[in-house]
C-alpha cells in the first residue's frame, strides 16, 4: 500500500538555525499538508498546498515558514530560524483530493531546537 | 470555529476487555477521520468515517453526523492498542485542514 514518507525521522539542531523536513506524499496525491504537535498536546493545522501554491495556513504559519514543492515528489517544510518553541513532532499528510479526502499521514520528523 | 471534544481523556483497561471512545463535534463536517497514535509518535489511519458504519478486524467506528457525534469501538483489546485515539473532523467552510480533538489516552494492561 502506498505510503507517505518523511525524513529525517528525527532532527535536532541550535535556536537560530534553518531546518528543512523533507516528506514524499503518495503519488497521484494532489493536496499536501503540513501539521504539528508539541509534546502532550493536540494536533494542529499549519499549512495546505495545492497545485504549486497555498491553499490555505494557519496562524501558526508565519513569515518564519515556507513550504515547496520542489520537484514532482518532494513536499518540504522550511523553518527559517528555529526558536525553542519549534521543538515539535512534524507531521506531512497529503490526499487525492480536497474539499474532505482522506489524509494520509507521514511517520512524523521530532524537531528538538536546543 | 468548530470545537471537537473526545471522551474519556484516560481510559485503562485489562486485556481482553472492550471499550468506547467518543467524539463530538459543534458544527457539520464533510471529513471525520480517526487516529491512534503509537507510543512512537506514528499516526495511524483508523478510520474515514464522515458517516455511517464501518469495521476492520476487531475496530469499528460509527458516526451520526446528525447528531454530531462518532464512536470508535475496540473490542477484545491487546496491549499493542495501547496509545492515544484521535478524532479529527474537516468542515464545510474548509476545503482542507483537519480539527483535532485532545484524544482519549488508552492503556491496556496484560
Known amino acids: 500500500e502506498p505510503e507517505v514518507t518523511q525524513t529525517p525521522s528525527h532532527q535536532v539542531t541550535q535556536m537560530g538555525q534553518e531546518v528543512i523536513l523533507r516528506c514524499v506524499p503518495i503519488s497521484n496525491h494532489l493536496y499536501f499538508y503540513w501539521y504539528r504537535q508539541i509534546l502532550g498536546q493536540k494536533v494542529e493545522f499549519l499549512v495546505s498546498f495545492y497545485n504549486n501554491e497555498i491553499s490555505e495556513k494557519s496562524e501558526i504559519f508565519d513569515d518564519q515558514f515556507s513550504v515547496e514543492r520542489p520537484d514532482g515528489s518532494n513536499f518540504t517544510l522550511k523553518i527559517r530560524s528555529t526558536k525553542l518553541e519549534d521543538s515539535a513532532m512534524y507531521f506531512c499528510a497529503s490526499s487525492d483530493g480536497g474539499g474532505g479526502d482522506t489524509q494520509y499521514f507521514g511517520p512524523g520528523t521530532r524537531l528538538t531546537v536546543l | 470555529g468548530i470545537q471537537v471534544e473526545q471522551s474519556p481523556p484516560d481510559l485503562i483497561l485489562q486485556e481482553g476487555a472492550n471499550s468506547t471512545l467518543r467524539c463530538n463535534f459543534s458544527?457539520?463536517?464533510?471529513?471525520l477521520q480517526w487516529f491512534h497514535q503509537n507510543p512512537w509518535g506514528q499516526l495511524i489511519n483508523l478510520f474515514y468515517i464522515p458517516s455511517g458504519t464501518k469495521q476492520n478486524g476487531r475496530l469499528s467506528a460509527t458516526t451520526v453526523a446528525t447528531e454530531r457525534y462518532s464512536l470508535l469501538y475496540i473490542s477484545s483489546s491487546q496491549t499493542t492498542d495501547s496509545g492515544v485515539y484521535f478524532c479529527a473532523v474537516g468542515v464545510f467552510a474548509s476545503n482542507y485542514q483537519l480539527i483535532w480533538g485532545a484524544g482519549t489516552k488508552l492503556i491496556i494492561k496484560p
Open positions: 458544527d457539520s463536517v464533510n471529513n
